[in-house]
């Protein structure tokens, strides 16, 4: 199957400082990708849909300025969390999207905790 | 949005079938009914999906009720690595994408 990879796996920081989340499709290209934040023992939230070229498209209440999305390539995306607080600790996880199976890859998530 | 709706736990011995139920009952005709199952600390991992017929693969089976409005993930044999929280999803185009719709998910434990 398609292989989805982030980096780093785990990150801890000072608050007020910017961290940034990186997705890669290993053994293909993803025109579309998707960033997830999710907390402990909740389901995944949807953040924002990132097209490569082009804008991404965020969520209703995520904030396009805190949460910076670049797919410059066709196989990588990047999440920066801007000026990080606390309450922005959490469990990140990206997603490829692969349209001739109509199913998304997920990578193995990032742990972000901000001091 | 069309929602689920799954058990919010379920138990199983290892090497028994597991059926995991799914409820989709405002589910649209262009709606896919996706399976993914998440481990602790780590990224969903695809399982299965099917639109309206039943589907096999190396993983599971799914089972699709003929008015579509309720689905049954088939583990033929559990094992002890099937242990995750299981998400039954539908899928629909946003656009051009696909947005998945995410539900809260069964949480299966498998005893040895």
């Known amino acids: 199957g398609a292989v989805v990879s982030q980096h780093p796996s785990r990150v801890i920081c000072k608050s007020g400082t910017s961290v940034k989340i990186e997705c890669r499709s290993l053994?293909?290209?993803?025109?579309?990708m998707f960033w997830y934040r999710q907390f402990p023992k909740q389901s995944l939230m949807l953040m924002a849909t990132?097209?490569?070229?082009?804008?991404?498209?965020?969520e209703q209440g995520v904030e396009k300025d805190k949460f910076l999305i670049n797919h410059a390539s066709l196989t990588l995306s990047t999440l920066t969390v801007t000026s990080a607080h606390p309450e922005d600790s959490s469990f990140y996880i990206c997603?490829?999207?692969?349209?001739?199976?109509?199913?998304?890859?997920f990578g193995p998530g990032t742990r972000l905790t901000v001091l | 949005d069309a929602k689920t709706t799954q058990p919010n736990s379920m138990e199983s011995n290892e090497e028994e079938p597991v059926h995991l139920p799914c409820n989709h009952s405002?589910?649209?005709?262009?709606?896919?009914i996706h399976w993914y199952r998440q481990l602790p600390s780590q990224g969903p991992e695809y399982v299965i999906h099917?639109?309206?017929?039943?589907v096999n693969n190396r993983m599971a089976s799914l089972a699709i009720a003929e008015d579509r409005k309720s689905s049954t993930l088939i583990l033929h044999r559990a094992t002890l690595r099937d242990a995750a929280v299981y998400y039954c999803?539908?899928?629909?185009?946003?656009?051009?994408?696909?947005?998945?719709?995410w539900g809260l998910g069964t949480s299966l434990a498998v005893n040895p």
């Open positions: 999803i539908l899928t629909r185009y946003a656009g051009n994408n696909r947005k998945l719709i």
């Open positions: 053994d293909f290209q993803a025109t579309t």
């Open positions: 990132s097209n490569e070229g082009s804008k991404a498209t965020y």
């Open positions: 099917g639109l309206t017929s039943n």
């Open positions: 405002t589910i649209s005709g262009t709606d896919y």
């Open positions: 997603s490829a999207f692969v349209r001739t199976t109509d199913t998304q890859y």
